[in-house]
C-alpha cells in the first residue's frame, strides 16, 4: 500500500467534512461537480456549499453528490453590517427553497451588482479600465464580486497579483473602493432561521476583538438567534481553536467548522484539511441538525 492509499483510508475512517466551501457560483474555483470530485479524492464525507449570496451551486452539487455518494449539506454565506467591518454569517441545513430567502438574496447580488459598476467607474477614472461583462464573464456564475474584478485586472496586465489589486485598488481605503451596502446580522439571522436553517458565525478571528470583548459579541449575536461558531478555521490558530472553543461551551453554540476553500487562490489550504491538520468530525453534521430539531431553527 502506497503513502497515499494508507492516507486515504485512514482519513475515510475519520468520516471528515467540511462546512466551509465556495464554488464558481460565488468566488470558488471549482464547479459544483469539480468540488464534489475533490472532496471525494480526499476522501470526506460531507461538504456544505456556502457560496456568497446565491443557492444556485446547490442543486449541481446534490446531483454530483448523489452519483458520487458525497452528502451534501445546504449552505451559504451572507455578508452583514458590523461596526469597523464585516460580519461573515454561514447558514446551515435551511430549506433551499424557501421563497423569502431566494427573493432576499437576489436583492443582495443587484447590490453587489451596482456596487461593481461603481469601482469599475473607479477604475476608470484611474485610467483602468474594464468591461463590466468581461468581469461577469471571469465569474461564471450568480455572485459576483471583487475578487472577479481582480482577476479582470491581472487579466488586463494591469496589477501582478490579487494581493496587489486589493492593497491598491480594491480593499478598504484604497483608490477604488466602494463600501457595500449590507443587511444587518438581524436580517441575516432570520433569514437563515426562517428557512428552518442553523446561523453560524464565521472566522471569527476576522472580526479582530480582543477575547473579552469578543465574548461580549457572541453574547450580542446570540441574543438575536446566533447558534453557532466556527472553531476550525483553516486562518485559527491553535491558541484561536483553543479559545474559540471555550466560548462555543461557555455560550451553548454549535461548534463547527471549515477550510473556506476557494481553489488554488488560497494557496496551500487543501480541500478538508486546511493547511493539513484540520480534522472536522461528522459530528459536527449531526450537532447542527439537533440544534435545528429542538427548535434552534426556525
Known amino acids: 500500500m502506497t503513502e497515499g492509499e494508507r492516507e486515504?483510508?485512514?482519513l475515510a475512517a475519520l468520516r471528515l467534512v467540511d462546512?466551509?466551501?465556495h464554488t464558481t457560483a460565488?468566488?470558488?474555483q471549482l464547479t459544483p461537480r469539480q468540488l464534489v470530485t475533490a472532496a471525494m479524492e480526499i476522501p470526506l464525507a460531507a461538504i456544505a456549499v456556502t457560496d456568497h449570496d446565491t443557492l444556485s451551486g446547490l442543486d449541481e452539487a446534490r446531483a454530483a453528490g448523489a452519483e458520487q455518494g458525497l452528502e451534501i449539506i445546504n449552505g451559504l454565506e451572507l455578508s452583514a453590517e458590523f461596526p469597523g467591518g464585516t460580519l461573515h454569517i454561514l447558514g446551515y441545513a435551511f430549506d433551499a427553497r424557501n421563497e423569502r430567502l431566494r427573493c432576499r438574496?437576489?436583492?443582495?447580488?443587484n447590490l453587489r451588482n451596482q456596487r461593481n459598476l461603481e469601482i469599475i467607474e473607479r477604475l476608470a477614472r484611474l485610467g483602468m479600465v474594464l468591461d463590466i461583462e468581461e468581469v461577469n464573464e471571469l465569474a461564471g456564475g450568480e455572485s459576483v464580486g471583487r475578487p472577479h474584478i481582480a482577476r479582470a485586472m491581472i487579466n488586463r496586465g494591469m496589477v501582478s497579483s490579487p494581493e496587489v489589486a486589493f492593497n491598491e485598488y480594491l480593499g478598504r481605503g484604497s483608490r477604488a473602493y466602494v463600501e457595500r451596502r449590507r443587511c444587518t446580522p438581524e436580517e441575516a439571522v432570520e433569514l437563515i432561521?426562517?428557512?428552518g436553517g442553523l446561523a453560524a458565525v464565521a472566522h471569527p478571528r476576522q472580526l479582530r476583538r480582543p477575547?473579552?470583548?469578543m465574548r461580549e459579541v457572541l453574547q450580542q449575536l446570540k441574543n438575536i438567534g446566533m447558534e453557532g461558531l466556527e472553531v476550525y478555521h483553516s486562518e485559527h490558530s491553535a491558541d484561536d481553536v483553543m479559545r474559540y472553543q471555550q466560548l462555543a461551551r461557555q455560550l451553548d453554540l454549535v461548534a463547527t467548522g471549515g477550510t473556506d476553500f476557494h481553489g488554488h487562490i488560497r494557496q496551500g489550504v487543501r480541500l478538508g484539511l486546511g493547511w493539513g491538520s484540520m480534522r472536522i468530525s461528522y459530528d459536527t453534521v449531526v450537532a447542527i441538525r439537533q440544534r435545528i430539531a429542538r427548535g434552534g431553527g426556525g
Do not use: I, M, N, V
Not at 105 to 109: A, V
Open 105 to 109: 438574496l437576489e436583492d443582495f447580488r
Open 211 to 213: 477575547p473579552d470583548e
Open 8 to 10: 486515504h483510508k485512514q
Open 19 to 21: 462546512l466551509h466551501t
Open 26 to 28: 460565488s468566488d470558488g
Open 193 to 195: 432561521r426562517g428557512a
